[in-house]
């Protein structure tokens, strides 16, 4: 544990008598700029390799963030590469890092179907399932309390496309405990660390159409279980990787941080990126579309629940999965990011920061 100080830079706390209307305020070119109070905190998740190698992106990520998330240092795969045996070294270094510079820390993930280990991948019975989840979390939090300040405890649980039927994706985690694998996470990160925030985290949550809003009422259905059954439940992670070519749903993302709130439980943005893959190649015109989109969703969560957090999924156009994962028909490079591959300020960086100061 050496190097990792246990002092928690707390997320939460955040005045929530701010409620601002998302008034007409606009940063981009042609908009007013003003409005009244903080409506986000605002952070990213950062990649070994990167953080490792250049300088520019461990200065980006000081001069620009409140909060840090290890992109993949904290899964199964990174932190359990054999059974029983641990390798927090990679995390450490990064947490060590964030922790100097006086940074909160979000952990991605305690529990996901995906970056699993080969040896995870062969957990055969209930029982077996049960014991592994529960001392892998066990072990990571005991190890992290009062350093990672809040958790992703369950990633993507939800089925892709919902059904009344089958609500839920069908993972290792699922086929061998059922949904109960959400309840013994959640139960066993609280018992592990009583003072974290322990978040339920994932995708599409924030367009219009029926597939969303099964989502957003899955997971609502979720937290009212795990509260009749008194397991904490604290925060809903919207990951928010946003296609440009689909409609934010506004009202629904409004009405969720409400019903949320209506719960208990906090809103944030955890993996924030724009896929771009079906905008215009020309940059300028492509950013400003990206910099509007990403500001109609910011501003329909951040009325929703004002001073959440907002994690982008890098920080640097120079490194992101969404070139590799959306790639464009005329191979241009993918531009999801707030800053561009020079580290300059794009026009999501401005909305963003106007976010930040208000
Ligand atoms: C991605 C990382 O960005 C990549 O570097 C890695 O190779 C694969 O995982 N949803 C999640 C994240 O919850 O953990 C994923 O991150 C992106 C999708």
Known sequence: MSRLLHR??????????????????????GGPVQAATPRIRYGAAAMKENFNEDPRYRAAIIEHCDIITPMNDLKWEALRPERGKFNFEDADRILAFAQKAGKAIRGHAL??????????????????????????????????????????????????????????RDTIWNRLLGPAHIDIAFETAARADPAAELVYNDYDYENVGPRFEA?????????????????????????????????????????????????????????????????????????????????????????????????????????????????????LAARPLPLDESYRAKPMMDVIQRLRRA
């Not at 830079?9 to 701010?18: D, H, K, M, P």
Request: hydrophobic residues 40%; proline residues 6%.
């Open 111 to 168: 529990c996901w179907y995906n970056a699993m280990p080969t040896w995870a991948q062969g957990l055969r019975t209930g029982a077996e399932a049960e014991r592994e989840l529960r001392q892998h979390i066990e072990t990571v939090l005991a190890r992290y309390k009062g350093v990672i300040s809040s958790w992703d405890v369950v990633n993507e649980a939800i089925a892709h496309d919902p059904t009344p039927t089958r609500p839920w």
């Open 8 to 29: 928690r830079t707390v997320l939460a706390g955040i005045a929530t008598s701010s409620l601002a209307p998302s008034g007409p305020s606009s940063t981009l070119p």
């Open 215 to 331: 989502r957003r009422r899955i997971t609502l259905d979720m937290i009212r279980r795990l509260q009749a059954k008194k397991i904490p439940i604290h925060g809903v992670g919207i990951q928010a990787h946003l296609y440009a070519e689909r409609a934010i749903d506004e009202e629904g993302i409004v009405r969720f941080g409400a019903d949320l709130q209506a719960l208990g439980v906090k809103m944030l943005v955890t993996e924030l990126d724009l896929i771009d893959w079906r905008l215009p190649a020309d940059i300028r015109q492509r950013d400003i579309a990206a910099a509007r989109h990403v500001e109609t969703f910011l501003d329909a969560a951040s009325t929703a629940q004002p001073g959440l957090p907002v994690i982008t999924w890098g920080i640097t156009d120079k490194y992101s999965w969404v070139g590799e994962t959306f790639p464009r028909t005329d191979k």
